[in-house]
Every structure is written in C-alpha cells, then in structure tokens.
C-alpha cells in the first residue's frame, strides 16, 4: 500500500469517526449522571441543519459550529425539562425526541436542499504540516477532530479528576443517597442532558460542515444509535469512545476502499460489524462482572428521581 | 445547664396529618441522648428537620445558644451536624474514599483523604480500607464508612437513625464502643431506635413521641424495658404466652440437605436436618452471615433444594417453585422486604394479589375481583396497625415496619399450615413486634407450625419451644432450654461446639 493511500485512508477514518465522537462523549456524561437520552439522533440532525444554515448565510465557520451547539442544547433542554421536572419516562422521551428533530428538521431545511456552502477546511501550519508522514496525519486535520478528542480528554477529567464528576457518577450510582447527602440531582442532571445535547449539535454540524457541504433530510442516517452503542462499547469510560468510535469509522471508510480493492465482502455485512461488536462487548462485560460489584454500569440509568423529602 | 441542641414547639403538617406537634427535645453537651418512638411516631420527620432536610411550619431552635434554622444540609453540616441514616447513603460502585469525599463540602479530590481516613478508623476502632469498593463490603463495614464519613466534618451532633437494625451482636457491641468514646470527646449523639435495651444501655436521656407529640423526656434507666415501650405506644403490652400447646403430627422436615452456594461470598450449607410438628414454633438463632439467606432460598422456594429434602405432609416439595408451595399451604415472610417480600412499585392491593395462591378467592377464572383484594387488604392494615393512607399506596412509600407489618398480616390472615418467617420483627416498634409476636403465638396455638428465623434471641426465646442455632452453615440439634440452654445457645451461635 503505498503512502497517500494511507494517509488518505487515516484522514477518512478521522472524518468518519469524528461526529461519533461527538455524540458519544455527550451521551456518555449523560448516560454517567444516570439519565439516558436516545435522542442523540434528534439532536445531530437538528446541529447539522444548524449549523448549514448559519454557515450558508454567515460563511463563519465559528458562528455556525456555535449554533450547532447552541441548537442541540435547545432541542435537549426539551427533554430536559419533561424527564427531570414532568418525570416522563426516558426511553419514551427520549424516541420522540429523535423523530421530533427529524421532522423539524426536514420542514425546516426545506428551502436548503439545493444549496451548498464552504466547507470547514483542514488546518494548515507552516513547517509542522510539511513533515512528510507525520505533518499530514498529526498536523494537518480539520480543527473539529482536534476538538473531539480534547472533549473526550475533558469529559474524562471531570469525571474521574474532579469532584463534581464525582458527585455526578454519586447521582448515577445512587441518586437518592445522592439527594440525602444534599447534592441536587436535577440540577446536575439537567447540565448533563443540555451539555450532551451540546456535543450531539456539534457531531451533527461535522456532517454538514466538514463531510459534505450540503443539507439533506436524514443526514444523519443513525449515527445518532451508533453513538448511542459507542457508549455502551466503550462501558462508559470516555477514552474508550476513541477506540470505538476509530472502529466503527474504520468501518465506513473500508466498505469503500474494500470495493476499490476488488474485495468481495457484502457491504451489508461491514454495515452488521459495529453493532454486533457492541453486542459481544456487553456480553462479555456481563461475564467479567459476574460475582463483582459493577463498576461501570450506571446503577441508575434510566430511571426516574423523585424526590420525596 | 448548657444544651448543645434545643428544639422548642416544632409544627409540621402534611395536609391533615400533624407529623410533629409542638415537639421539643434538648439535647445536653456530650451525651448519647435517645429518640424513642413507634413506626409513624414523627421521629424521622424531626430529625430531617434538624438536619435541614425538611422545613418546620412551626417553632424554633437553637444550636450551641444560638438561633438556627437550616434551609438544606449543607447548612446543617456547616453548623457540626452530622447523619448515619438508616437506608444507608453509600454509592455501591465507589470506592470507601471516594463516598467518604463525597459527604465532604469543600474537598476536592486532589487531597489524599487516606491518611486521614486510616487515622480516624484507628481512634475510633473504625475498621475500613478506603481503597475499597463499598459494593463489596457487609453491612457493618458499610456502616462504619458512613460514620467515618461523619467523624471527618467534626460534628457537634451525630444523628443515628436506627443504627443496629442491621448489625450483629459482635457489630452491635462495637458500635457501642465507638459512640461513648465519641460522647467522651465532646460529641454529642441522637440516638433513634426501637430497641430499648439499647437504648437503657448507652443513653442518657430518652425523649418519648407517639402520633407527632411528646409524650415525655427521661433518663431511661429510670424504666424498666416495658415501662419504656408501654410509653411508646400508650396502652399496655400483652404478655406473651402460649394458651395451649398441642403439638400434632410431624408436617415439615427437612433431610441431610447440603448446598454449595453459587455466590463468591455465600456461605455453604452443610447436611441440615430438621423436623418441624403442627402446632409448634420452631426458631433459629444465629448471627447473620452464617447461611440464614442461603437456606431462606431453598426454603422459599428461589432455589431449587433438589430431590427428596424437603418434605411437607409426606410430599417432596424440594422441586417446587415458591408459588406451587404456596398452593399447598406452606407461607413464606422473607427478610429482604422490598425486592423479595415485596414488589416496591406496586400498590399493597396489587402485592397482596401477588402472593396469593390461585384458591384464594380474589380472581374469578384468572380476572380480578379488585374490591375483594382491598377488603384483604384493609383487613390487614387494621389488624395489623399499618399506618398508611390507604391499600393504594405503593410498598416503597411505606417505612420498613410498617411495610414489615402489612407483608406479617397478610401471610397471617391466611392461616397457613407452615409459616416460614425470617426476622418477623427486623425495624418494628415494641408495640408492633408485641402484635406480631402475639399474631404468631395465636397462630400456632390453633394448629399450625411455625418456623422463625432471627438474629433477635429474646425474640426467639420468648416465642419458640424448639430451638436450634444456625453456624457456619450447619444447624445444631433442637438446644435442651432446661439444662443451661442459654449458655449452650451463645455458644453454638459463635461457631464453638456443643
């Protein structure tokens, strides 16, 4: 395989993996503070339409990752509110939330179909991204995936490095010792779910902004439920998401080289191998916790505070 | 006199039920002072008032002289008030370090806290390693986590609810050890129990509430166990005692039943055999931890015994699930109530259906006769004394004894040929504990066979006529009571042999 083909391959594997990211180191913090959110395919397309329009109107890259953001945020906050102050049920909230953002986002984006814009170009430093081998792969990436993998070292950081990370795997573990020990469960609750929506807006723009410089109804084409598994592959340690993530990217990119290989491998089943890795990854996490305390596992996940007291 | 703690005149109501009237408690510089109450008392909602966790709609306090009166716990514990609750506070998947910082304000996690764990676990015989998964650790160990996590705030007052419900007798006495050294530096201790022996062995004071009031404050030396309880639930207490004991044919028995346990920390039982005759009450005495769970399972019903083990009226029943023994008349109270006895997020009328054999009379050809459900279920809740608001109410919202007391009755009105019972009384007040002793007694003496198995030897002596102690797994021959059988039981129960 000669070099270019490489570092192209690296690149796409980048790319491709990159909203995965994204979206699974949000829902990972969600998923930690006990609460869990199958509307990060709702909250994707909603960042990607976001950001395109803003990026059609503005040309700023900067405004349009930010509305992106700001975007997922609002569409979380709705499940937000209805999960932590009406007490609905998550996995319910959570489905309407994903069919929600698709469809608005499809009325919405009607006018943008035919439209494109300037993508977000990969950076370039002088010397640095020069040096043959390295500079392309290390130095020359769009400045989004350098951010993914700074949230995935962040997410990490707070959990295990502070206390409030601390307090907040308290509230996953265990929400009413939690409450009893005076920490407030729907305050760090709400937070988590506004900032996962966050990361699910900004997953979503890398889509519309980096991959491909148009808008189309159901972009996202469920890389919101791989997210979704990531976090599971992953068993809820942030460093993990890379692996997975760079996995399940790999994937992608290789369904399409492997046809440029002449390689008769049925796409459908390269489409199969991430979820089925995440099925062998949760039996197998099963297995080795049988007779241990969990550790991983939220003990809370899913399911509804109320406080009495 | 100073008071480190001086509550006057507190109101609180939820809707018409006053749970605390115009209550007042004083609590002296360095003393072990007792709250003593029955289920539903309003000692729960007092001391979540002290800690901040409830507001008053009325009345004052004062901490150390001064006016106090904390919006949330962190005031509280700003203040040197410090809480082990009942339903312990621990995070299962954290470390001991990690929940202790967790109870902590203001430390971060960049300190190194082990140092300062160890140290307190040595002053105070605290035995815990902090590098610990708490999920891992028994209940007594969970226990001194959540005390050291207090000791670390240096409070002034260390609220207990219910301390030893969960401990063994070996824990119990080091607890006790523990809390007059704490008293001795300057601490002072609120001190919430059923248990009056207890509580006339380390407190100083007693203060007394029944249906949200005062009844009154004493030094509970004063009193004698049954003057202390008679108090507590305002009328006098039946004596326990069997009218007639007519023991009948052999109904139960099991035979050279042994059990490898599949859980890592399970204990082993080893060739058990027991014979149990209608009309008697059979108890098992033993510390917990020593095969109590293991042989509740199989007695149950939750695991299979296997072939020829068990047997009910001359019928193998070892292979049996719980629901089909049931159907023969044989009952089951288990230890764990919400989880095992009960299902947490159903109502008492949906639970009460539940355990119910297919006989019972609730369902017409499978479909429920809702209305007939309720009737057994207030008959319960009336005969019983379970104070809740109605049979709708789900179990969780229940306390412990109260819900205790509902799962009791409800196997009780059925009449069952064989009880099988394990800690009928674990988190009941006196005046319940004396209904259920005296449910059981009534129970027995019209035919029917009992088997009761507690941690509480009074409870166990004053009841059964035919006891055996449960150690490592292995039960001990029926103990002669005439010929120093007390002594023969506190033996056998610390593993020495008879």
Redesign the interface.
Known sequence: MNESLFINIIIGISIASTPLIFAAIGELLVERSGVLNLGVEGMMIVGALLGFIVQFHTGNPFLAVFAALLGGMAISSIFAFLTQFLLTNQVATGLALTLFGLGFSAFAGRGYTEETIVLIKAIHIPVLSDIPFIGPLVFSMNPLVYLAFLMVYLVWWFLF???Q???L??IG??H???H????NVVRYRFMAILFGGAMAGVGGAFLSLVQVPIWGEDMTAGRGWIALGLVVFASWQPFRIILGAILFGGITVLQLHAQGFDIRISAQYLSMLPYLATIIILVSLRIRLK??????V??CLGRIFHS?? | MNYQLEVSNITKSYGDLKANDTVSLNIKDSSIHALLGENGAGKSTLV?IIY???MPDSGEMRWGGNSYSPK???EA?ENGIAMV?Q????????TVE??I???LDG????QNFTDEILKYSKQYGLDVNPQQ????LSVGARQRVEIIRCLLQNPKLLIMDEPTSVLTPQEVSDLFVTLKKLAADGCSILYISHKLEEVREICSEATILRGGRLVQSCVPQDHSQKELAEMMIGKKLTELARSKINVGSEIFSINNLSKKSD??YGVDLENINLTIRQGSIVGIAGVAGNGQDELMELLIGEKSSGDGVLSFNGQDVGLLGSHERRQLSMFFIPEERLGHGAVPDMSLDENMLLSRPDSSGMTSSGVIDWSSVASYSEKVIDDFNVQTPSSKMLAK?LSGGNLQKFMVGRELIRNPELLIVSQPTWGVDAGSANNIHQSLISLADNGSAILIISQDLDEILSLCEQIHVLSEGKLSEAVDMKNNGLEKISQLMVGGES
């Open positions: 490095k502070t206390k990370g601390l307090i795997r308290s573990d265990n009413d010792a939690a009893a020990i005076g920490h007779n241990k305390t969990n550790r991983t939220p003990n009495t007291s | 979540k901040g966790s409830l949330n716990p962190f514990r609750f339903h312990f506070s621990l995070f299962e998947s954290l990690e929940n910082i967790l109870g430390v971060g996690l960049n998964v708490v999920g891992d859980d890592l919202s």
